[in-house]
C-alpha cells in the first residue's frame, strides 16, 4: 500500500539548516498497520505530513499503491487525496465547536461532492458512519461540547472514514484521552480495520498503544529509522540499543511474562538537530559506542526471520542479539 525510500526534508538554510528526515525508508502492506515510534524531534509528524502530501520531499520517492502523489495535478490529486486521511491528536481543537457532529462529519463532501451525492443519501451515511464508530442516530445534531472527549475522538475517526479511504493517518490519536477511553477509541480503530480493511500509519509515544494495535513497528531517532520490523521481534528481540532503552522504560503489567529487562538510562539531551553528531547520531548517548561510531555511519544490519516474515533491521555497528538485548 504505501512505500517510502531515500526520503530526505529539510527546513531553513545555512548553519540553520534542520534536517528533520534524512533519508527514511518505511512501507506497510494493505490492511496493516504500522507504528512509528521515538522521541519528541524525531521526525514522526514531518514524515506524516509528508505521506499526507502536505510536504514535499527533497529527495527520495514516496510510493502509494504504486502511484508518486507528488507527481499528480489537478483531478488526479483531488481524488488521490480522497483515499488518505488523517485522524489528529486534539479531539477537540481538530473539530469546530459551531458545527454538529453530522456537519463535521460530511464535511469532507464540501469539497468532494460526488462521493455522496444527494442529501438524503448523506443523512443515511452520516447515521452509517455514526454506528460504525458507536455512537448513536441521534448524537448527529449535538455539539462538540456536549461530547466527552472519548467520544469527540470517535467523531473524528468518523469524519476520517467518510470518504472511504485506503490509509489514515493517526497523529497520537489517544494521548488526550483518559487510559480506559484510549482502549475504547483503540477497539474501534482495530475493529475498523478488521471491518473495513482500512491500513494505518499509527504515531505514538506510548509503547504499550503501538504493541497492541500495531503489526509493524518503526523506530525513528534524529530524522533517521533506526529499527524496524514486526511488532513481536521488535518488542522481544530489539537489536538498536535506542530501541533496546525505550522497550527498558515501558512498563510491564504482565510480571510472569519472564522479562529480565534491566533498566536502560540514557545519558544527556537529543542533540540540536542543526548540529547532528558525526558517524552514528546516537553515539552520544549509547553504552556500546566505540571510535568507529563517530567516524563511520552505520550500516543497515538484518536478522533471519522465518520464510515470508517482515525483515528486522536495524541501524548500528554494533546491533544487539536475543542474548544481549537487554544486558
Known amino acids: ?57 527533497d529527495a527520495g520517492t514516496v510510493r502509494f499503491d504504486g502511484t508518486d502523489p507528488f507527481a499528480l495535478r489537478g483531478r488526479e490529486l483531488l481524488a488521490w487525496r480522497r483515499r488518505v486521511q488523517m485522524v489528529f491528536q486534539d479531539p477537540f481543537a481538530s473539530l469546530n465547536a459551531r458545527m454538529s457532529a ?66 489514515i493517518v493517526c497523529d497520537e ?8 477511553v484510549q482502549a475504547q477509541v483503540l477497539n474501534v480503530l482495530s475493529d475498523l480495520r478488521t471491518r473495513l480493511g482500512v491500513t494505518y500509519v499509527f504515531i505514538s509515544h506510548d509503547l504499550s498503544v503501538v504493541r497492541y494495535i500495531s503489526d509493524l513497528v518503526t523506530v525513528m531517532y534524529l530524522g533517521k529509522v533506526v529499527e524496524h520490523g514486526a511488532t513481536e521481534d521488535v518488542f522481544e528481540r530489539p537489536r538498536h540499543p535506542y530501541t533496546a532503552a525505550l522497550m527498558s522504560a515501558a512498563p510491564v503489567l504482565d510480571t510472569g511474562r519472564g522479562d529480565h529487562r534491566e533498566e536502560i538510562r540514557l545519558q544527556g539531551e537529543i542533540p540540536s538537530p542543526f548540529d547532528i553528531p558525526s558517524g552514528c547520531r546516537f553515539r552520544t548517548r549509547c553504552r556500546h559506542a566505540e571510535d568507529r561510531c563517530a567516524s563511520e555511519a552505520p550500516p543497515v544490519v538484518g536478522r533471519d526471520t522465518p520464510g515470508g516474515a517482515e525483515p528486522h533491521t536495524a541501524l548500528c555497528h554494533f546491533p544487539l542479539d536475543a542474548a544481549t538485548a537487554w544486558t
Open 1 to 57: 500500500m504505501l512505500e517510502v525510500r531515500g526520503v530526505t526534508k529539510t527546513f531553513g538554510g545555512g548553519r540553520r539548516r534542520l534536517t528533520a528526515l534524512d533519508g527514511v525508508d518505511v512501507r506497510v502492506g494493505r490492511g496493516q498497520t504500522l507504528g512509528l515510534v521515538g522521541e519528541s524531534g524525531c521526525g514522526k509528524s514531518t514524515l506524516a505530513r509528508v505521506l499526507l502530501g502536505l510536504e514535499r520531499p
Open 102 to 167: 453530522a456537519d463535521l462529519i460530511g464535511e469532507p463532501w464540501r469539497t468532494h461532492r460526488d462521493v455522496v451525492p444527494g442529501a438524503k443519501a448523506r443523512e443515511k451515511r452520516i447515521r452509517e458512519l455514526l454506528d460504525l464508530v458507536g455512537l448513536r442516530a441521534s448524537d448527529a445534531h449535538r455539539y462538540p461540547n456536549e461530547f466527552s472527549g472519548g467520544q469527540r475522538q470517535r467523531i473524528g475517526i468518523a469524519r476520517a472514514l467518510a470518504l472511504d479511504p485506503d490509509l
Open 173 to 180: 490519536p489517544v494521548s488526550a484521552l483518559d487510559l480506559s
